[in-house]
């Protein structure tokens, strides 16, 4: 056959639509002047003319036609007698175009460059998909669920690539059906089987920081700068503010009129509280921002050794702690300090006393833990609350609370 046809004879382009053209007939070219090389030794007398409208492909071989017996060089030149056979019009000095049969080459050598191009495009498609989303880690994009397994979840952008969100980076409260479209961020693009394999989350703090941005002009501007982001996917989230105008309130931007700006981001977050809150070098203010919604009292630094104790009011305790102890471990993330809750009981120098960690003989260790999450840390801190209190603030059984009760109580009748 005197030409091949790219689109029936090489299936690989039908895949390759995200590769542009100019590339792809490089390609080709690159894997039939290779052809050439290893039947006639050298390409320096053909041109590979690929037609990528059609998809049809053709060699043409040029050869300058000289006396006969004068042939120095059999590529580069070609006797006037075999000439004439194949036009009898042509004379000697003229260039001869001639085309190649594909079927020249041998069916092996076709199959062979088939094989090449094929492996070509592929890594063309990977070096394509490597930098487009390569570009684009930390960006919102928008994808369709195709598949849901246990482990994660495979999704489509709108070229047909496949995009991988993890169970680790959905929000504990994510639920996906096939064919709705997602929103997430481009974590990071993986090499898995030297393929590569586009990562999104919806966990990271950064999805948070976009949805912001889109949201809130100010931050899309420049105008407010995110410091920092904190979170608990799909429990709680901190998120620290500067503004470069002092004009504008950027919690108040952040939040906009009647919580406008922020209960979009909310909705998407699964219902994730989310504290905005007045960044500021003062540390000692930033960790009392940072323990929001809760009203400290007083606190003792330690800056050195990047400690504080911070003490509230009964309760405001439980406010500071948060569910599951949420808040104060956001707080810690966000201010870069071991922060340490204490109750600031009024009649503390009237009334005796006993720190819970006393009891470590008759209390196991991870049950005295437990109390001091919810910032229970001395005996009457515990006896203050009732058992069906206790029971809903912890995780311990309602015997366990029971037992201890009793033992912290005998201890202070025996005192008295």
């Not at 490597?130 to 930390?138: A, C, L, P, V």
Request: net charge negative; hydrophobic share 40%; aromatic share 6%.
């Amino acid at each position: 056959m005197a030409s091949i046809n790219l689109i029936e004879a090489f299936q690989e382009f039908k895949d390759a639509e995200n590769i542009d053209r100019p590339t792809m007939m490089k390609v080709v070219e690159d894997v039939f002047k290779t052809l050439l090389r290893k039947k006639y030794g050298s390409d320096d007398n053909f041109d590979v003319i690929v037609n990528a409208e059609k998809g049809d492909l053709e060699i043409i071989r040029r050869r300058m036609i000289v006396e006969d017996g004068e042939v120095l060089d059999p590529l580069a030149e070609i006797g006037y007698s075999d000439a004439s056979k194949i036009e009898p019009d042509f004379e000697v000095g003229e260039e001869l175009y001639e085309e190649v049969d594909m079927v020249d080459f041998g069916r092996r050598a076709i199959l062979a460059a088939k094989q090449t191009l094929a492996s070509r495009i592929s890594d063309l498609k990977k070096n394509v998909l490597i930098k487009k989303y390569g570009d684009r880690i930390g960006e919102i994009i928008s994808a369709e669920v195709y598949q849901v397994w246990k482990k994660e979840v495979l999704l489509l952008d709108e070229e047909g690539n496949e995009l991988i969100l993890p169970k680790s980076e959905q929000i504990p409260q994510d639920y996906f059906k096939k064919g709705e479209n997602i929103r997430a961020v481009v974590a990071r693009v993986d090499l898995k089987n030297n393929s590569p394999v586009i990562i999104l989350s919806r966990t990271s703090p950064l999805f948070l920081a976009k949805l912001l941005e889109i949201e809130v002009p100010e931050i899309f501007d420049g105008l407010i700068a995110i410091k920092k982001i904190v979170r608990d996917p799909g429990e709680r989230a901190k998120v620290a503010v500067e503004s470069y105008d002092d004009r504008i309130d950027p919690v108040g931007a952040c939040v906009g009129m009647k919580g406008s700006r922020i209960h979009g981001i909310v909705r998407e977050l699964k219902n994730e509280n989310i504290d905005v809150i007045n960044f500021t070098t003062n540390i000692q203010l930033l960790i009392q921002r940072s323990l929001t919604p809760a009203k400290i009292s007083y606190m003792e630094l330690d800056n050195e050794g990047k400690h504080a104790e911070v003490y509230l009011k009964a309760d405001q305790v439980s406010l500071a702690i948060g569910r599951r102890g949420v808040n104060i471990k956001l707080a810690c993330e966000l201010t870069g300090y071991e922060i340490d809750v204490y109750r600031e009981d009024e009649d503390a120098v009237d009334e005796f006393d006993i720190d819970l960690d006393e009891f470590s003989d008759e209390i196991e260790p991870w049950v005295i833990e437990e109390f001091k999450r919810i910032g229970c840390d001395t005996a009457r801190s515990i006896l203050k609350l009732t058992a069906e209190e206790l029971e809903r603030r912890t995780d311990l059984e309602k015997e366990t609370i029971q037992d201890v009760r009793k033992v912290l109580q005998e201890e202070f009748d025996r005192e008295e």
